[in-house]
């Protein structure tokens, strides 16, 4: 039982003294008090399947993850000043999934953080601040990041891009100026790419970086076409610049097949940003890079962190790695992932509504249109289903610039009945659709 303050008290304290941007989700907004597994429990001890949580990966409140966090806490928590075992055990942990020459790991506290300071280690090696960035991507809330984010820099209260910050096409191969995933459309995107980068040159400038998901997911949960990583690294690599690869959302075997997406694409990035799910919920993360670019960032000033590293941070990571292993993690996202995705597939055999479904493992999106020659998205509709979702007792965002996406990114333990739940109310969410828009063309 919840004793707490009313839902009514929590909104308008939070409207007058926790800032005007933080926004709530729902009409009717959740008290969520509990979680555990792939659920949430509100305040009445109703569950809710999560199916938005890409954070707490190895399931909310796991127990050997806790139970590390609380032994570290009582014992002790300092800078990385002093020397200590947690940093080393965990860097070498981190480091063992990582291709070989990502072999140097800097510790900080959220993603933004990391993108942050992976900016940096590219200025200093490339010797260029210019930035390739793909349309739509949101890579943090920096000043920054800010700046490398079209979905912010573009979207409502953005200033535009700035001067450094060169914006390529989103490789949306449902949506975007070349479809399907072929070789032919990477590089039509790829070509789209080395303009960019010829146009800097008559500017006498190089690109410093490109920044890029390795799966695409604010911009639309998106898989890029086979090859475009690949293309673009060479290109970018060619011109001078570093290959940044973001997997704050996308990270720690949420794609199945590979504990990495990068991996999904056959490039070893030079810089590789991690966030989101590396504390399964405690706020930490990291960047991993080549010694050629860490020797790159020795100017004389130091870079200090107050907490990046600390030793209860690296023992909750080290435990959330112990429990990706431990718990089969990986091996149930590609499976039920796949299971998860063949039922989607089967339901837009029926459902004119989905235009599309795609995605790897338990990052995967179901795009929503009004009508499948025009792709005219059905934004209204989405909405709808994500309260529909939530009278079933199911968690779930949307996503993409139209908010016309179904997002599904849950805990990593969710299983096959989770899926099949969902799938479940789609189902009978879509009738609801249909049957509504044919009682409005009799009408
Ligand atoms: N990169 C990506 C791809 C993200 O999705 C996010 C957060 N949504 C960030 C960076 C920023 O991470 P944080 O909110 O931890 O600063």
Not at 79 to 107: Q, W
Not at 377 to 397: C, D, G, M, N, R
Not at 401 to 424: C, G, M, Q, R
Request: hydrophobic letters at 40%; glycine letters at 8%; one cysteine or more.
């Amino acid at each position: 039982v919840d004793n707490g303050r009313d839902k009514e008290a929590i909104i308008s304290y939070r409207k007058k003294h926790l800032g005007k941007t933080l926004s709530l989700s729902y009409q009717q907004p959740l008290k969520i008090v509990r979680g555990q597994g792939a659920y949430l429990f509100d305040e009445s001890g109703q569950p809710y399947l999560d199916m938005v949580n890409n954070v707490c990966h190895v399931g909310h409140c796991h127990p050997k993850v806790v139970a590390a966090g609380q032994a570290q806490l009582a014992k002790l928590n300092t800078n990385t000043r002093y020397l200590h075992d947690n940093i080393v055990d965990y860097a070498e942990k981190l480091l063992a999934t990582m291709p070989e020459e990502l072999s140097v790991c800097m510790l900080v506290n959220s993603g933004s953080e990391a993108n942050e300071l992976a900016f940096r280690l590219a200025r200093c090696y490339s010797q260029s601040k210019e930035l390739l960035v793909v349309d739509g991507a949101y890579h943090g809330n920096t000043n920054a990041c800010i700046e490398a984010s079209p979905y912010k820099f573009n979207g409502p209260g953005g200033e535009g891009p700035q001067p450094h910050i060169h914006t390529v096409a989103l490789p949306d191969p449902y949506r975007g100026p070349f479809t399907g995933n072929t070789p032919e459309t990477a590089r039509a995107y790829a070509a789209s790419v080395q303009e960019t980068i010829d146009s800097l040159a008559k500017q006498d400038k190089k690109p410093g970086a490109f920044i890029c998901e390795s799966l695409q997911g604010v911009a639309g949960q998106i898989i890029m076409p086979d090859g475009y990583l690949s293309m673009i690294y060479e290109k970018v690599r060619a011109a001078g610049g570093v290959c940044i690869a973001d997997e704050v959302q996308v990270g720690f075997g949420r794609v199945g097949s590979h504990m990495w997406a990068f991996e999904t694409q056959q490039v070893v990035p030079d810089i590789v940003t991690l966030g989101k799910p590396i504390g399964n919920g405690h706020p930490m993360a990291a960047v991993i890079t080549t010694q050629a670019i860490a020797d790159a960032f020795v100017t004389g000033m130091e870079y200090f962190n107050t907490f990046g590293g600390n030793p209860v941070s690296c023992a909750i990571g080290s435990a959330v790695l112990a429990a990706i292993k431990e718990d089969k993690l990986q091996e149930n996202a590609l499976q039920t992932g796949n299971y998860f995705k063949d039922k989607l597939l089967e339901l837009q055999l029926t459902f004119e509504l989905i235009g599309d479904v795609r995605g790897l493992g338990l990052f995967l999106g179901v795009e929503l249109v009004e009508d499948r020659e025009s792709k005219q998205p059905a934004t209204e509709k989405t909405a709808w289903l994500v309260e529909y979702f939530k009278q079933h007792h199911i968690l779930l965002s949307t996503e993409g610039p139209f908010y016309n996406i179904l997002k599904i990114k849950p805990p990593l333990a969710f299983s096959i009945v989770d899926a099949d739940k969902f799938i479940t109310v789609l189902k009978s969410g879509l009738s609801a659709l249909l049957s509504a828009d044919q009682v409005k063309t009799r009408h």
